[in-house]
């Protein structure tokens, strides 16, 4: 009974699977953990077709918040992805991207490849053997690690609808450099992952997406004039088509939102993202934000 109990416990496998390992191996728990290992291989192969959109989002920050990693993992169900074991898993995972992120440079945001992280022994090891006790495929779907020159900035992140400390079904990781940060970044991190921009400033958005817009909210414009009752000058149409624009601005642009998680004492008129920063950090400075969501295509 000592064997079945230290042999779970490492390993993490069902009760059956155990008895299992430790008869086919006479007792020897080395040996049934080697078993174990290629029984879970075997399993995570046999699964490895199967649809996994469920999952959760984890987040790690170096204590310096200089580096910052975000991955998503997916399980098959819902029930699996809250399960200790799978949260665990996930924190392991994305405290193996954030010392991956050691060889980044600075003030950068890099995908890594997610076949090699799991290439190494002990994530690999993790993985399987969540696939052989919790019974579904897992997938490391994505990985993102984000930098930043402490000296200047700092990174924060935040989870939402959460299992355990850094992790949810929801994540956001944001790059603040210059002001003070402590209490306003916090609070940057909480807002992404609520109004999900897609954009930092209206400066950065790329050509190709404003143009595809404005092409958008022009048609849509047009329409209208040709349902309406009295045609509207060119000019009038371009106006409307402006107008829109800022509005698409205030729902896609970060910096042109809304603040949805101002400072408590803030009592005035709700104010933009551009003004909340002015004026509680200092005037800082949006460097990079990631945003995920679990099973977003």
Avoid at 37 to 61: N, P, Q, T, W, Y
Avoid at 174 to 203: C, D, F, Q, W
């Amino acid at each position: 009974m000592h064997a079945i109990k230290e042999l779970r416990k490492r390993t993490g496998a069902p009760i059956g699977a155990v008895k299992k390992a430790l008869d086919e191996e006479k007792g020897d728990m080395e040996a049934a953990i080697v078993y174990l290992r290629k029984i879970g291989a075997s399993i995570a192969a046999k699964k490895a077709h199967r649809d996994a959109s469920e999952g959760l989002i984890g987040i790690a920050i170096s204590p310096d918040k200089s580096r910052a990693s975000i991955i998503e993992v997916n399980s098959e169900t819902d029930f699996v992805a809250r399960t200790p074991q799978f949260v665990q898993l996930v924190n392991r995972l994305t405290e193996s991207a954030l010392n991956k992120g050691r060889v980044a440079d600075c003030n950068t945001m890099i995908s890594l490849d997610t076949q090699q992280l799991l290439e190494q022994d002990e994530n690999k090891e993790m993985v399987l053997g969540a696939v052989s006790s919790l019974g579904e495929n897992i997938v490391l779907k994505r990985a993102n690690v984000m930098t930043l020159d402490s000296a200047s900035g700092a990174l924060f992140g935040y989870t939402h609808g959460s299992a355990g400390i850094g992790s949810g079904r929801i994540g956001a990781l944001v790059a603040l450099k210059g002001g003070t940060l402590n209490e306003a970044g916090p609070r940057m991190a909480m807002h992404i992952a609520a109004a999900a921009p897609s954009y930092i400033s209206i400066g950065s958005i790329p050509p190709q997406d404003l143009e595809r817009e404005r092409s958008i909210l022009l048609e849509a414009a047009l329409a209208e004039q040709k349902a309406g009752d009295k045609p509207k000058p060119p000019a009038i149409l371009e106006r409307m088509a402006h107008g829109r624009l800022r509005k698409w601005y205030a729902s896609s642009v970060l910096e042109e939102q809304e603040m949805l998680v101002d400072n408590p004492s803030y009592s005035g008129e709700p104010r933009a993202v551009k003004e909340f920063l002015k004026k509680e950090t200092a005037d800082s400075e949006i460097v990079a934000m990631c945003r995920m969501v679990v099973g977003e295509k």
